[in-house]
């Protein structure tokens, strides 16, 4: 199973300011996803990035607060802009490893914003 | 639509004792994956067991047995003899066209 590396592992950032999540795969994958788990809750789909095109965004997220870049089939980041607290979470990428796989998570971003 | 429900927000056990975590799910689709994934304190998403819908089989792992029921809709994970290292959220997903649905969790605490 393909191994991903995320980074940073956790972040305390101020109120206003913008934070870029890395998401390195050791395997070339098609999709990648990126989530937010705000604390105590579920994980919730931000968007959908596939290489060579602009990701797919799920409702409630738009792309002015999370730009996504999908420069090769390896590499992702997600971009949390313009921080105010609500925005505290955990934030993971996933790699779809096809079909029935199943999908495999980083080891998450905890975001606290003060 | 998809959903996953998982009725159990925390469950409290005393170590050794066997614990039932409850998954029910909702899809139109007659094929689809069934999820467990258990999220220790430290955050990252453990992958624990994948079920495709034509493979009802029940499942057991050392101590981690899943019972999967199409006909109730249940996808249900015991643990038997439980440990204190047990203790996490775990969570039940759906898969489906690339749309994974992941339920609200049930947060499992085993005390010593």
């Known amino acids: 199973s393909a191994v991903i590396s995320q980074k940073p592992s956790r972040d305390i950032c101020q109120r206003g300011t913008s934070l870029t999540i890395q998401c390195q795969v050791d395997?070339?994958?098609?999709?990648m996803f990126w989530y937010r788990q705000q604390p105590g809750q579920s994980l919730t789909l931000i968007a959908t990035a596939n290489q060579g095109s602009e990701a797919t965004y799920e409702s409630g997220f738009v792309i002015d607060k999370f730009p996504i870049s999908r420069p090769n089939l390896t590499f992702s980041t997600l971009t949390v802009s313009n921080m105010s607290p609500e925005d505290s979470s955990i934030y993971l990428c996933s790699v779809d490893l096809g079909q029935g796989e199943g999908y495999t998570f980083g080891s998450g971003t905890r975001l606290t914003v003060v | 639509a998809q959903k996953v429900t998982q009725a159990q927000t925390e469950i409290s056990v005393v170590e050794k004792e066997d614990v039932t975590l409850d998954c029910v799910y909702e899809t139109r689709d007659t094929t689809y994956y069934l999820f467990w994934y258990k999220q220790p304190p430290s955050g990252e998403l453990v992958f624990l067991i994948r079920r495709n819908s034509f493979d009802e089989q029940n499942e057991i792992s050392g101590r981690y047995s899943w019972n999967f029921q199409k006909s109730t809709s249940s996808f249900n994970f015991t643990i038997t003899a439980s440990q204190v290292v047990d203790s996490a959220v775990y969570f039940c997903?759906?898969?489906?066209?690339?749309?994974?649905?992941f339920g609200a969790g049930t947060r499992l605490t085993v005390k010593p």
């Open positions: 395997s070339q994958v098609t999709m």
């Open positions: 997903a759906l898969l489906n066209n690339n749309d994974m649905r």
